[in-house]
Structures are given as C-alpha cells and as structure tokens.
Nanobody, 125 residues
C-alpha cells in the first residue's frame, strides 16, 4: 500500500517562500513520476508541477512557472516543491500524488492514483 505524507505548509507573507516535502512508501519510488496539485476553497483541484521518475523532466502550470521548483531525492523517497515569490492566489491545500503507471510522467490529475492528505499553504497580502 502506497503512503504519501506531506509536510512544510504554513502561513507566509506575500513574496515569501516555503518548501513542501512529500515522503513516499509502498512502491519502488524511483520508478514513478510524482506530482503536486492544489485545491483552493470553492475551486477544483489543479495541477501545479510534476517530475519524472529520474528527475530529469519537469512540468509546471503557467501560474507557477519561474516561481516554483519541483525536485526529488530517490535515495530518500521524497519529492519537494520549493515555492518562492508566493502570492495570495497561491493559497490552497497542496497535495502530492504518485503516477499510476511506472516510467510515465504526465500533468493530468486522473493519471495519479495515490494521494497524500494535503498540507495547507496560506499566503497573506
């Protein structure tokens, strides 16, 4: 059974930074792409960033490109999301997720079958 545990959320002022972490267990981590998604109150869950199983390929939503960086450490079974220049519109619950198929990386939410419990990020203006 796959378990994903996020950490690192919190309250930050606009322009500040946060680093989210997601520790994974249950499947061979280095075979699976990982993604970060977010859901703001009253809105649908949306794609933020994804990273291939090797870490060589990354994708970003246009809204975070140039501000957020996704990375992974396969020796620690952990994926990260470094968030800089945060804006109030980044406020949301952030979820990490693991791709349902090995050796594939995509940006579509239905392609991810295991999800963490989420971590709240609040950016004040």
């Amino acid at each position: 059974q796959v378990q994903l545990v996020e950490s690192g959320g919190g309250l930050v002022q606009a322009g500040g930074s946060l680093r989210l972490s997601c520790a994974a267990s249950g499947r061979t981590f280095s075979n699976y792409a990982m993604g970060w998604f977010r859901q703001a109150p009253g809105k649908e869950r949306e794609f933020v960033a994804s990273i291939s199983w090797t870490g060589y390929t990354t994708f970003y939503a246009d809204s975070v490109k140039g501000r957020f960086t996704i990375s992974r450490d396969n020796t620690k079974n952990t994926v990260y999301l470094q968030m800089n220049s945060l804006k109030p519109e980044d406020t949301a619950v952030y979820y990490c997720a693991q791709h349902r198929r090995p050796l594939r990386v995509t940006i579509e939410l239905p392609d991810y079958d295991y999800w963490g419990q989420g971590t709240q990020v609040t950016v004040s203006s």
